[in-house]
């Protein structure tokens, strides 16, 4: 099962935040009592899985997963391609992208997320 992965909706401001990058609620909350921030609204984000892009976590940007031939970007032509399984195959740093959905929240500060209707 996957970890759930929220964006913080743009009528909020918080530092240290990418908008546009999805965030665990664990990240989130650390961020809301660090700056002092009571509640928060977030917009759950869902794996995406047509495989078009990948999040790269050694250079923490996101990037498409084929050239124009079809040819795979990550480990074909990175110098940090580092195979999973020691040998070929998907790096370790490859991570799945998420795309937003339309399920809204309120997180606040004692970690309480409620949904909006």
């Known amino acids: 099962m996957s970890k759930k992965s929220y964006f913080i909706k743009n009528d909020n401001y918080i530092e240290d ?3 546009g990058y999805s965030y665990s609620k664990d990240y989130i909350l650390k961020l809301m009592k660090e700056q002092g921030v009571n509640k928060i609204n977030l917009v759950e984000g869902k794996l995406d899985h047509d495989h078009t892009h990948f999040y790269c976590i050694q250079f923490d940007e996101c990037g498409d997963s084929h050239d124009e031939s079809g040819k795979s970007l990550c480990g074909n032509i990175c110098e940090e391609y580092v195979p999973r399984n020691g040998k070929s195959g998907c790096c370790k740093y490859k991570r799945g992208c998420y ?8 997180l606040y500060k004692n970690g309480k997320l409620i949904k909006q209707k």
Do not use: C, R, S, W
């Open 17 to 19: 935040i990418e908008y």
């Open 99 to 106: 795309e937003l959905t339309d399920n809204v929240y309120t």
